[in-house]
C-alpha cells in the first residue's frame, strides 16, 4: 500500500465507524481533545496521523486498533 492509499483507508475506516455511531465531526473532536478541522484533515487522507492520535480516536470509537484494519468486505 502506498502512503497515500493507507491514509485514504485509515481516514475512510475512521469515518464509517463515526458516522456508525452518529457522532459528528465536532462530537469525536471533543471527546479525543482534538481540533475539528484535525479530524477532517484525517478522514480526507490530508494528514499523516500519527499512532497515538489514532490509538486517542479508537478508544472513543470504542473499537480495538487492529480492528480499524479488519476488512470484513474482504
Not at 465536532?26 to 477532517?40: C, M, N, P, S, V
Amino acid at each position: 500500500m502506498k502512503k497515500t492509499e493507507i491514509l485514504i483507508y485509515i481516514g475512510t475506516k475512521i469515518k464509517e465507524h463515526r458516522l456508525q455511531q452518529n457522532l459528528s465531526q465536532e462530537k469525536l473532536a471533543e471527546l479525543t481533545d482534538l481540533h475539528r478541522t484535525y479530524i477532517g484533515m484525517i478522514e480526507r487522507a490530508e494528514k499523516n496521523i500519527t499512532i497515538s492520535t489514532l490509538e486517542k480516536i479508537t478508544k472513543v470509537l470504542n473499537i480495538k486498533l487492529k480492528d480499524l484494519f479488519n476488512d470484513s468486505k474482504s
